[in-house]
């Protein structure tokens, strides 16, 4: 099939239920093979990177559900390196995560490892290293992509790759302030209707998550994973650790919280180093 990459393994697809067990493969699978495909062409050169670097890599899947991501970026480029090089999928349901366990084990995939771990766990587990070189979050829903924003920045990744998913909570802070905000900005015209709230709150989000990361040295690089035809959740984060100066790009995060009347997220959108764990 063209579709299947030739070094890709026909087994863990079959695991994976992208293929059937006759090898066919619906529109629903090929349209989520093409998304980890696209992904994994953006996440190979940063892992390519720190092997020329002389490093063993350790990889961090946030959010990882079935580990789909996971699986088949140990397949198509852990599985052939002769090191200690490692990823770690964490993920909420207990299930999913004995289901991949066994899969795993199944493949012969031993250097991955899945976690039933909180975001709040696996920043302090022990059985994580104490700092990790890439952080990924794919379709990683609501506050997911903020948990693994935090936990990359508190393990000091090198780099942060994101597809965030139905962010819901900055456009509900947008809602319960509408009319105090109506009184002191025309700018709230942008969110005043409901479905306007939703689509300009996912926006804010996205944008609100990338001022943060630059806030912390990073550079940041936005643009879309696939066409609008395959995924309405399109929109690829990739955050590289260039310890670049902090103080004015955070200074204009405040000032578009500000702004919005989104003060009461500052927590969630921190920008000093001290406030991670709080």
């Known amino acids: 099939m063209h579709e299947i990459r030739p070094d890709q393994s026909i087994d863990l697809l079959k695991e994976l239920h992208i293929l059937t067990r006759d090898g066919k493969m619906n529109q629903d699978s090929r349209r989520k093979l093409k998304q980890v495909y696209h992904l994994y062409q953006f996440i190979e050169p940063l892992l390519q990177k720190i092997k020329q670097d002389g490093r063993d890599i350790f990889l961090v899947d946030h959010g990882a559900g079935k580990s789909y991501l996971g699986f ?6 852990f599985k052939a390196l002769n090191d200690a090089s490692h990823i770690y ?14 899969l795993a084990s199944r493949l012969g995939f031993s250097r991955m490892t899945f976690l039933n771990l909180s975001v709040e766990e696996s920043v302090e587990s022990a059985g994580l290293p104490p700092a990790v070189d890439v952080v990924t979050a794919l379709h990683a829903c609501n506050t997911a992509t903020d948990d693994a924003i935090r936990f990359a920045l508190c393990k000091k990744a090198q780099f942060i790759v994101l597809v965030p998913c139905c962010q819901a909570e900055v456009a509900a802070v947008l809602r319960k ?15 005043r209707h409901p479905i306007h709230t939703r689509e300009f709150g996912s926006h804010v989000t996205n944008v609100l998550r990338c001022m943060q990361l630059e806030a912390h040295g990073y550079q940041v690089t936005v643009t879309e994973l696939v066409g609008w035809e395959h995924s309405m959740k ?3 984060i990739i955050a590289k650790y260039k310890n ?5 790009a955070a200074s204009r995060l405040q000032a578009v919280l500000h702004t919005l009347g989104l003060e009461e997220l500052n927590s969630r959108f921190f920008t000093q180093v001290s406030r991670m764990l709080e």
């Open 72 to 77: 088949i970026l140990y397949d198509l480029f």
């Open 89 to 102: 999928s964490i993920e909420t349901r207990a299930d999913l995560v004995r289901h991949s366990q066994e």
């Open 177 to 191: 302030n509408k009319d105090k905000r109506l009184e002191k900005s025309d700018l709230t015209e942008l969110w």
């Open 234 to 236: 399109n929109e690829l």
């Open 244 to 248: 670049l100066p902090r103080n004015r």
